[in-house]
């Protein structure tokens, strides 16, 4: 199955054409909405994301600081 190309344990249910890239319904977004782009008459992600079911890329950046603090147990 192809997965999110972000989260490789994701199944990737929402593909764009154009860029090739595969996303889970988080990622899922148009990542340059400005550029015109010849699938997107028929992207489900650009229809999806105009009717509110998708977050638009644009307000999906404020999240993009993540802090995952990854703890490591040393043992020994
Ligand atoms: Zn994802």
């Known amino acids: 199955m192809d ?3 972000r989260h ?3 199944p990737g249910t929402y593909f764009c054409q154009k860029d090739g890239n595969r996303m ?3 990622c899922a977004c148009c990542h340059s909405p400005r550029i015109y782009c010849q ?3 028929a992207c489900v992600i ?3 994301t105009k009717q509110g079911e998708l977050t638009p890329c644009e307000q999906k950046s404020d ?3 993540e802090n995952s603090e990854i703890k490591m147990s040393a043992q020994g």
């Open 39 to 41: 699938h997107r008459g």
């Open 24 to 26: 889970c319904e988080e």
């Open 8 to 10: 490789p344990d994701r």
């Open 63 to 65: 999240e993009s600081q």
């Open 46 to 48: 650009n229809m999806l």
């Open 3 to 5: 997965m999110c190309y």
